[in-house]
T-cell receptor, first 114, second 115 residues
């Protein structure tokens, strides 16, 4: 079945450490996204990528980095510079960002930093 | 930048009651509008979407939404809710205004249906 796989489901890190969240899709979608979901805040866009080897900052990119070396993969690194990293992270994809396709979401990774 | 406002953060209804969840966005122009639903323990999934044409769109599970351009609104409705509709509902907009691409989401409405 086609879909988006995020791993791990739960992640715990000590403050000051970088951590990378995995996102893989087998939908053959060009565009991929990372959102952060906080209670009462909805979803906020961190980074997005319209095509391999290209990505753009979203509304809250500070303290995060991404790469898009393969069409299927869009890992997100939460760096030690991110002031409030504990959150639920959602990866999504769509056929094309320039089109009108809806987003397909993964099951998310809940990151806790202590 | 585009912003999306959902009027109610928490809504509690009894089964068979009618539902209307409000959604307004800030910038006009050409927009694509979406409602997503997140059932407890499940991933976000698309409920319905508006791209063009008939402003009244029908989605899954008996939901519908009406795009009113003059009011910058895209309210979600269901005539008779069921206990299984308990979930968090997000309105999202693509297009209009500056800022990043992708979708701009509202803060969500947590809907609880009491049996």
């Amino acid at each position: 079945d086609g879909g988006i796989t995020q791993s791990p489901k739960y992640l715990f890190r000590k403050e000051g450490q970088n951590v990378t969240l995995s996102c893989e899709q087998n939908l053959n979608h060009d565009a991929m996204y990372w959102y952060r979901q906080d209670p009462g805040q909805g979803l906020r866009l961190i980074y997005y990528s319209q095509i391999v080897n290209d990505f753009q900052k979203g509304d809250i990119a500070e303290g995060y980095s991404v790469s898009r070396e393969k069409k299927e993969s869009f890992p997100l690194t939460v760096t030690s510079a991110q002031k409030n990293p504990t959150a639920f992270y959602l990866c999504a994809s769509s056929i094309s960002d320039r089109g009108v396709g809806a987003l397909h979401f993964g099951n998310g990774t809940r990151l806790t930093v202590t | 930048a585009q912003s999306v406002s959902q009027h109610n953060h928490h809504v509690i209804l009894s089964e068979a009651a009618s539902l209307e969840l409000g959604c307004n966005y800030s910038y006009g122009g050409t927009v694509n509008l979406f409602w997503y639903v997140q059932y407890p323990g499940q991933h976000l999934q698309l409920l319905l979407k508006y791209f063009s044409g008939d402003p009244l769109v029908k989605g899954i599970k008996g939901f519908e939404a009406e795009f009113i351009k003059s009011k910058f609104s895209f309210n979600l409705r269901k005539p008779s809710v069921q206990w299984s509709d308990t979930a968090e509902y997000f309105c999202a907009v693509k297009g209009g205004g500056g800022g990043a691409d992708g979708l701009t989401f509202g803060k969500g409405t947590h809907l609880i249906i009491q049996p």
